[in-house]
């Protein structure tokens, strides 16, 4: 019998373009699925020109496949429902278009004996941001327990890596604490400061 171990919201809004949620935790046999929760468009001017608007949930594991410099090639489509042997995975929001979109991931510990939900032990923010501050996308990391310490300069290395091969933005990566919004709320990067900073109007 599966038991819930662990669950995760992921939130865009406004221009972020993906919001990624990695949990690391000690080896154990896993089911674990991500499902959109929220959609919302609005639209534009009439002749507004055409655009592609799209939103996807999936997950990324040890079995997802590579390609080049070792960036993970998921199946969209398909990859919202994983059952594998491991100690972390990753799930992923990626959405373009769309005024706000939402998901949620839920990982059960396959184990009958398991009978309790995971302590979060660490966990750290990051946004991906350009050269005007606009958050294009947001990683966050957790350690649950028996879980790897997280690496930091890892984290964000890996991270502005792969954002750098799905934009043709000049990016760059800050941690970020995320205390002082509401859960989701939409933010950008002060250059100056290189800390969050409400939206302009």
Known sequence: MAHPFYSAWMVRKGSLGWATHEASFAHRSILAHVQLSSYALQDGERFQSFRRQYAYAYIETINTPTGPYGIPLPN??????????????????????????????LIHDLDARAA?????????????????GTVVGSHQSVRLDGGQQLDT???????LERAKT??????????VDLSGFASGAEYRIDPRTHRPAPPRE
């Open 166 to 175: 799905v934009t043709d933005r000049g990016v760059d990566i800050v941690p």
């Open 76 to 105: 969209k489509d398909t990859d919202s429902f994983v059952w594998l042997d491991t100690d972390h995975l990753t799930f992923q929001l990626q959405a373009d278009g769309p005024q706000s979109v939402s998901a949620f991931g």
């Open 116 to 132: 309790d939900r995971a302590t979060v032990l660490d966990s750290q923010d990051f946004a991906v941001y350009d050269e005007d």
């Open 153 to 159: 300069d890892r984290i964000q290395e890996r991270v």
